[in-house]
DNA sequence: TTCGTTTCCTACTATTGTAGTAGGATTGTT
DNA sequence: AACAATCCTACTACAATAGTAGGAAACGAA
């Protein structure tokens, strides 16, 4: 029950792009030294994000990345959902595909759904414009404590 | 994100403890077939469950498994938790062993802990009685479409 | 046009976790 | 003594995780 590296990294890599969003483009690097994490698997990662076009690229020197919408439209959902699949706990919850021959008498099913449910619940409600205010709120206060 | 096999079974073993109990114990065997899960498999998990005394067990012929407890008094997530490991969603939240140096900056880690308290809420909230009366319930629905 | 910077693409690897299988020792009943 | 059950340990096959690695392609600036 743990989000994978790839998931987790993935919303660091959104929230980093709308925080230093300032009209220019965002190289791998930036981020990588930035937020602690390697660059070449990052690269991968953000590729991920790329090909779904929740960012766009710009290659050749002086390339890098840029959010394609404003950051209250990113959800922590859709970007876990993206990178990690299915948030279901249980597979007979993903898209019915191998839905198991107990489904219509399995007691444990219905627990499975509310846990599916109060995940979304959380994660759809949070996106990256919340993250944002709350990194500048917290460096207010910061201020206001010097 | 997803529930292994060990946890869910071991949900529908104490499941069918709770549903089959009749003052005489169970076998492995027969929770196996009823479940149809592998008899080898079901003994380790089983053996987690009567190690932390969740259920007792009775050697040789005629022995078997029952419940130590009354079924209200097992919540899904005691289950979970024992066979699954800790069910955060991120290792930060799990015993502060390995913090992450991040911790006190890091703005995903505030969904990471609603998140966490959501499926607690969950699973902490449904006790296997909970799943006895709900199969009863729809066998009795059963009686009357006959 | 050439150099350096950056993204892009693919392959590889080491480690861990998952989901069992297998075999026999031990314990108790008949 | 035979049998039926739990108990215990080891093993295995497969997939996922968390990266590393190397170079190709694109672009900007000199």
Redesign the interface.
């Known amino acids: 029950?743990?989000?994978s590296t790839k998931g987790?990294y993935a919303?660091?890599v959104m929230?980093d792009l709308a925080l230093h969003n300032s009209g220019e483009c965002i190289k791998v690097k930036e981020i990588a030294s930035r937020q602690?994490i390697s660059e070449k698997y990052l690269e991968q990662i953000i590729a991920v994000l790329n090909k779904a076009g929740y960012v766009r690229s710009i290659r050749g020197a002086q390339g890098g990345y840029r959010l394609t919408r404003d950051p209250e439209d990113y959800t922590?959902g859709m970007i876990l959902r993206l990178t990690?699949g299915?948030?279901?706990?249980?597979?007979c919850l993903d898209g019915n595909a191998d839905e198991c021959d107990?489904s219509d008498?399995c007691?444990?099913l219905?627990?499975?759904k509310?846990?599916y449910d109060?995940?979304n619940?959380?994660?759809d409600n949070?996106t990256i414009a919340d993250?944002?205010t709350?990194?500048k709120k917290?460096l207010e206060n910061l201020d206001y404590s010097i």
């Open positions: 029950m743990k989000i987790r919303v660091r929230f602690g922590v990690e299915s948030l279901a706990p249980v597979a107990r008498t007691e444990t219905e627990v499975w509310n846990l109060a995940i619940q959380v994660v949070v993250l944002v709350s990194r917290r």
